[in-house]
Each structure stands twice: as structure tokens, then as C-alpha cells.
């Protein structure tokens, strides 16, 4: 058996060098663009959720096809990230891109002609592969697009910023369309969005340098076992939540989801090109960077989603007031942008990334021991996640990919992806599971009794404090990665 070695680290190509922009301001159609597609993937699922209804009516649907309108774009996006990230090292980043978009807008439109909840589902899986095609795609070639990690940390934040601000709107944004249009809107609306991502990315992003490209086979047996692999992780948390802990299905899927990544290992160290060289994912800013992005997924998902539950069901707040209290995040998400900058440039990239881990687990905690005492404490909780996730969002990404070398920059952001995916996977299973061991009744009848209300905060308090252990150690992993790497330059200012 041989292993293939790692492409040594070279600095980027001098012809790049040059096409480089100075400023955020010159390179605005590409990162238009980038914030395009961005938008895109923030937008779609948030905006569609509160479409649910209107469409069960609509198409006759079942609840366990509504569950899929949404949950076949997640899956088909989470298990193909990998293989696309690998497609694109290989073929060009701009041009996979360019195709997802494509698929994108034919995608969207076929939703005017959807007619059963089979149709749409289909149509959501076909999002997800343009999904997987494209959002990898606009951290890596945001990266990219410039030389130095100043402007890299800016553009980066300003396209998750368009990002975030799409999430933020999302659901409110599709409450109005629907009091006026029919649902397909919502994803008609991904037309446009695929148009001008289209536009900036092909007129403001040069054709990759094939000094830039590698020239491996793919490693296609290993595409399909990560593709499985990944799938099968995401399917065991939605199994676990709506069959219970009793049931076999979801334990027979854990156990096929880990002979798939044994296996999946397994190739990668025996193939002579693997999709993703196991030695790379070893160096210490790729996998600190991973780490510290699995926390932050982690913390996000289980935090939505016992908050969501404590507001409506323990406190018994209708959802209007209850997205109200989820405003602090919101507010955080959106507003903290101009911060980041200044943040990291204070403190530097490797603390920017362990300091705002640590909020991650902080705010965790937070909310596991205090969050059953009142609002106040749900607030901070989530204003300390959002804080951190908007640091950690930008800079533990960047990491792995200043971790790697260059002509593995988009296997880097579809690897931080996938993370942050099957991390989010795994909180929702543990939060599920707690909650259905611990709680006796009908849970989502609300009005519990005293007995059913101490068994919910029992389940916090142990769910939140399971989430909080594993994050902090995942981060504590990062950390003790991240000191074995050489020192980053600290970051110098840069005009936009």
C-alpha cells in the first residue's frame, strides 16, 4: 500500500500576485458575487420553513414529506460538499461554481411547474447538489481572490455578512410574501440571486491558473464512502429524533454511518490518490480550524434548538414573540460585523479563533444552569454565541485554509462545512434523545404538568451540559493543535 505525501506549501503564484486587488473596493463584482451565493444557502432553507404549511396544504403533503422538503436539500448538501470540493481542486473552482449556479436557477425554476410534494422534493435535492457546488466554493475563491490575510479576513466577513443578514430576514421576509404571492416565490426568488452570483463571479474571478489546479485522479470510491458516510451521519440524527432512542432504525443507521467511515479511512490511507490526503487534515491549523468550527455548529444547533422548545412549550409563548426572543442573536449576527475586523487585528488570527471557541462553550453553560431561571439568561446565552460564532465563522476557516496548500483550498472550505453540518447533526440527536428519556407525556401538547415541566429542565440542564463537555473539548483540542503550528504574522491593516 502507498500513501500519497502532501503537496508542499508554496506561496501563491506571482501571475496571481499581480491580478490581486489592493482593496475590498476593487474586487466588488466578485465579492457581489461571492455574497450572492452566500445569500443563497442563508437564505433558502430560513425563508421556505415558514412556507411549510401553505405547501402541506397546497400538495396534500404528509408531515414526513414536509420533514424532506427540507431535509433532502440538507442531506444532498452536507454528503456531497466533500466530492465537489474535490471536483473543483481539480477543474477549477470558478468553473464548478459557475455550473452549480446554473443548476441553481434551472433548479428554482422548475418550482413553478411542482404539482406533488414528490416533485419538490426532487427539485430541493437537485438545491442541494447546486448548494454543495457552489457554497464551498465562495470562502474558498473569497480566499483566494487576495493575497494578504488582512483582506482576506474582510472579505470574508462581509460575505458572510450578506449571509447572515439573509438567515436574520429569512422567515419574516417569507411571511409577507406569502400574504400576497403563492409559495413557489420563495424559491423563485433564487433565480435573480443565481443570475447576479453568475454575473459577478465570471466577470470579477480569473479563470484558475492550472499551476493552481492538481492533476490527481479522483479518488471516486472515496467520493462514495465520504458521500455515505456523511449521509448516513446526518439521517441518524433526524431517525433518533422522530423514532426515539427505543427504535432500531437509528442505531442501525449510527452503526452503518461508522463501517462507512472506517472504511472511508481506511481507502484514504491506502489509495494512492485519495480524495483527502488524512495527513493534511493532521496538520495543526486544519484541524484545530475544524475543531474549533465542529464546537461552533455544535453550540448553534443545540442552543436553537432547546431555546425554541423553552419559549413555546415551557413558557408557552406564541411564535411571534417567541422569534422576538431570539432577537439578541439576530441583533448580534448582523451588527457585530464592523467588529471583526478590529477584533482580529488586535489579537490575532490563532486567539481571534480560541477566544471566541470559548465564548462557544461559555455561553453553552450559560444557558444549561441558568437558562431555566428567565429570559435574561437566554439572552445572554445566545448574544455569547452569536458574538463568538460571528468571529469564529470567519476566522477558523480562514485557518484551514492558510493550513493548506494552495491547490487544496476548496476540499479545506467543503472539510469546514461538512463540520459545522455533522456537528449540527450530532447536537439535534443529543437533544432529542435527552429529551425523549427524560420527559414522559406528550411532549409537544404543551400545558405540562409540574412534574413534565421539571422533567424539560432536567433534560436542558443534562442536554446543554452533554453539548457543553463536548464542545469544550473539542475546542481544548484546537488549542493544543493550534499551538504546534508556527506562528501567524500578526495582522497588518488594510484599506476596503
Same mark, same amino acid.
Given at each position: 500500500? %502507498? %500513501?500519497?505525501?502532501?503537496?508542499?506549501?508554496?506561496?501563491?503564484?506571482?501571475?496571481?500576485?499581480?491580478?490581486?486587488?489592493?482593496?475590498? /473596493?476593487?474586487?466588488?463584482?466578485?465579492?457581489?458575487?461571492?455574497?450572492?451565493?452566500?445569500?443563497?444557502?442563508?437564505?433558502?432553507?430560513?425563508?421556505?420553513?415558514?412556507?411549510?404549511?401553505?405547501?402541506?396544504?397546497?400538495?396534500?403533503?404528509?408531515?414526513?414529506?414536509?420533514?424532506?422538503?427540507?431535509?433532502?436539500?440538507?442531506?444532498?448538501?452536507?454528503?456531497?460538499?466533500?466530492?465537489?470540493?474535490?471536483?473543483?481542486?481539480?477543474?477549477?473552482?470558478?468553473?464548478?461554481?459557475?455550473?452549480?449556479?446554473?443548476?441553481?436557477?434551472?433548479?428554482?425554476?422548475?418550482?413553478?411547474?411542482?404539482?406533488?410534494?414528490?416533485?419538490?422534493?426532487?427539485?430541493? @435535492?437537485?438545491?442541494?447538489?447546486?448548494?454543495?457546488?457552489?457554497?464551498?466554493?465562495?470562502?474558498?475563491? @473569497?480566499?483566494?481572490?487576495?493575497?494578504?490575510?488582512?483582506?482576506?479576513?474582510?472579505?470574508?466577513?462581509?460575505?458572510?455578512?450578506?449571509?447572515?443578514?439573509?438567515?436574520?430576514?429569512?422567515?419574516?421576509?417569507?411571511?409577507?410574501?406569502?400574504?400576497?404571492?403563492?409559495?413557489?416565490?420563495?424559491?423563485?426568488?433564487?433565480?435573480?440571486?443565481?443570475?447576479?452570483?453568475?454575473?459577478?463571479?465570471?466577470?470579477?474571478?480569473?479563470?484558475?491558473?492550472?499551476?493552481?489546479?492538481?492533476?490527481?485522479?479522483?479518488?471516486?470510491?472515496?467520493?462514495?464512502?465520504?458521500?455515505?458516510?456523511?449521509?448516513?451521519?446526518?439521517?441518524?440524527?433526524?431517525?433518533?429524533?422522530?423514532?426515539?432512542?427505543?427504535?432500531?432504525?437509528?442505531?442501525?443507521?449510527?452503526?452503518?454511518?461508522?463501517?462507512?467511515?472506517?472504511?472511508?479511512?481506511?481507502?484514504?490511507?491506502?489509495?494512492?490518490?485519495?480524495?483527502? +490526503?488524512?495527513?493534511?487534515?493532521?496538520?495543526?491549523?486544519?484541524?484545530?480550524?475544524?475543531?474549533?468550527?465542529?464546537?461552533?455548529?455544535?453550540?448553534?444547533?443545540?442552543?436553537?434548538?432547546?431555546?425554541?422548545?423553552?419559549?413555546?412549550?415551557?413558557?408557552?409563548?406564541?411564535?411571534?414573540?417567541?422569534?422576538?426572543?431570539?432577537?439578541?442573536?439576530?441583533?448580534?449576527?448582523?451588527?457585530?460585523?464592523?467588529?471583526?475586523?478590529?477584533?482580529?487585528?488586535?489579537?490575532?488570527?490563532?486567539?481571534?479563533?480560541?477566544?471566541?471557541?470559548?465564548?462557544?462553550?461559555?455561553?453553552?453553560?450559560?444557558?444549561?444552569?441558568?437558562?431555566?431561571?428567565?429570559?435574561?439568561?437566554?439572552?445572554? @446565552?445566545?448574544?455569547?454565541?452569536?458574538?463568538?460564532?460571528?468571529?469564529?465563522?470567519?476566522?477558523?476557516?480562514?485557518?484551514?485554509?492558510?493550513?493548506?496548500?494552495?491547490?487544496? %483550498?476548496?476540499?479545506?472550505?467543503?472539510?469546514? +462545512?461538512?463540520?459545522?453540518?455533522?456537528?449540527?447533526?450530532?447536537?439535534?440527536?443529543?437533544?432529542?434523545?435527552?429529551?425523549?428519556?427524560?420527559?414522559?407525556?406528550?411532549?409537544?401538547?404543551?400545558?405540562?404538568?409540574?412534574?413534565?415541566?421539571?422533567?424539560?429542565?432536567?433534560?436542558?440542564?443534562?442536554?446543554?451540559?452533554?453539548?457543553?463537555?463536548?464542545?469544550?473539548?473539542?475546542?481544548?483540542?484546537?488549542?493544543?493543535?493550534? /499551538?504546534?503550528?508556527?506562528?501567524?504574522?500578526?495582522?497588518?491593516?488594510?484599506?476596503?
Amino acid at each position: 500500500m %502507498t %500513501t500519497s505525501t502532501p503537496p508542499q506549501l508554496v506561496p501563491a503564484a506571482s501571475a496571481t500576485a499581480k491580478r490581486s486587488p489592493r482593496s475590498l /473596493r476593487e474586487a466588488w463584482i466578485a465579492l457581489a458575487g461571492l455574497s450572492a451565493v452566500f445569500l443563497f444557502e442563508m437564505l433558502d432553507n430560513s425563508i421556505l420553513n415558514v412556507a411549510l404549511p401553505t405547501i402541506g396544504r397546497d400538495l396534500d403533503a404528509t408531515t414526513t414529506s414536509l420533514q424532506w422538503v427540507t431535509g433532502a436539500y440538507s442531506v444532498v448538501f452536507g454528503g456531497l460538499m466533500l466530492a465537489f470540493g474535490a471536483l473543483a481542486d481539480r477543474f477549477g473552482r470558478r468553473r464548478v461554481m459557475l455550473i452549480g449556479l446554473v443548476l441553481l436557477g434551472v433548479a428554482s425554476l422548475a418550482t413553478a411547474f411542482v404539482s406533488t410534494s414528490g416533485e419538490l422534493i426532487a427539485v430541493r @435535492a437537485l438545491m442541494g447538489v447546486a448548494a454543495a457546488m457552489t457554497t464551498p466554493g465562495s470562502i474558498a475563491l @473569497a480566499f483566494r481572490l487576495f493575497t494578504t490575510d488582512a483582506l482576506r479576513v474582510r472579505a470574508m466577513t462581509l460575505v458572510s455578512t450578506v449571509g447572515l443578514v439573509g438567515l436574520a430576514i429569512g422567515p419574516t421576509a417569507g411571511g409577507f410574501v406569502l400574504a400576497v404571492a403563492p409559495w413557489q416565490v420563495l424559491l423563485l426568488v433564487n433565480v435573480p440571486i443565481a443570475a447576479l452570483a453568475f454575473v459577478g463571479i465570471r466577470t470579477g474571478i480569473a479563470r484558475d491558473e492550472p499551476a493552481e489546479l492538481h492533476r490527481d485522479p479522483i479518488d471516486v470510491i472515496g467520493a462514495v464512502l465520504g458521500t455515505v458516510t456523511i449521509v448516513l451521519a446526518l439521517v441518524a440524527p433526524s431517525l433518533f429524533v422522530n423514532e426515539g432512542a427505543g427504535s432500531w432504525a437509528p442505531w442501525l443507521a449510527v452503526v452503518a454511518a461508522v463501517a462507512a467511515a472506517v472504511s472511508f479511512v481506511s481507502r484514504e490511507r491506502s489509495a494512492r490518490h485519495p480524495l483527502i +490526503d488524512l495527513k493534511l487534515i493532521a496538520l495543526p491549523l486544519v484541524s484545530s480550524g475544524l475543531a474549533y468550527k465542529a464546537a461552533t455548529g455544535l453550540a448553534v444547533a443545540g442552543l436553537g434548538y432547546f431555546v425554541t422548545l423553552q419559549l413555546q412549550l415551557d413558557w408557552g409563548w406564541p411564535p411571534a414573540l417567541a422569534s422576538i426572543g431570539m432577537l439578541p442573536q439576530v441583533i448580534v449576527l448582523i451588527g457585530a460585523g464592523p467588529f471583526v475586523n478590529r477584533f482580529v487585528e488586535k489579537v490575532g488570527y490563532d486567539a481571534a479563533a480560541w477566544l471566541s471557541s470559548i465564548a462557544v462553550v461559555v455561553g453553552l453553560a450559560v444557558f444549561a444552569v441558568l437558562g431555566s431561571y428567565g429570559y435574561v439568561w437566554v439572552a445572554i @446565552a445566545l448574544a455569547l454565541v452569536a458574538a463568538a460564532i460571528r468571529v469564529n465563522g470567519v476566522i477558523a476557516g480562514m485557518n484551514v485554509l492558510r493550513g493548506l496548500p494552495e491547490n487544496r %483550498t476548496s476540499i479545506g472550505s467543503a472539510l469546514v +462545512d461538512t463540520a459545522s453540518e455533522v456537528a449540527t447533526g450530532v447536537a439535534i440527536a443529543i437533544a432529542g434523545t435527552v429529551i425523549t428519556g427524560l420527559f414522559v407525556g406528550d411532549f409537544a401538547a404543551g400545558h405540562w404538568s409540574t412534574v413534565q415541566t421539571g422533567q424539560f429542565h432536567a433534560a436542558v440542564l443534562v442536554g446543554g451540559l452533554a453539548l457543553t463537555a463536548i464542545a469544550a473539548t473539542l475546542v481544548a483540542w484546537g488549542i493544543v493543535r493550534a /499551538r504546534r503550528s508556527s506562528p501567524a504574522p500578526a495582522p497588518a491593516g488594510a484599506g476596503a
